[in-house]
């Protein structure tokens, strides 16, 4: 009877800690979400484009760490739109190309 007792003790514990390391991951979310659009808010983005030329050595994953911000949730999803806007179909670039990149700037130009 006791080990019973202790058991679900534990398992009560065990799950109260889950529900608070869950909420607290929550409400940190929501709290920075919650600030990203009131920094948008109160400044707004502009969204632009410009043009690169690959050199040697240059990837899509190369690019992102040059050009990518805090707009994108990932890497994957600013390579999606280079290679959309740039009708990319392969995950190749090639020396001497020409892409187009977006990028987000406060300054409206």
Do not use: C
């Not at 240059?58 to 707009?71: E, K």
Request: net charge negative.
């Amino acid at each position: 009877m006791k080990m019973k007792h202790l058991l679900s003790i534990r398992t009560i514990i065990a799950i109260l800690t889950l529900l608070i390391i869950l909420g607290g991951v929550l409400l940190g979310s929501s709290w920075s979400d919650a600030r990203r659009s009131q920094a948008s808010a109160d400044h707004p983005i502009y969204k632009y484009y410009t043009t690169v030329t690959v050199e040697d050595g240059d990837t899509l994953w190369t690019l992102a760490d040059a050009y990518m911000d805090d707009q994108y949730q990932n890497k994957r999803e600013f390579i999606a739109e280079v290679k959309q806007l740039n009708q990319i179909d392969e995950n190749r670039i090639h020396e001497g190309t020409q892409l187009v990149i977006p990028y987000y700037s406060a300054e409206y130009l």
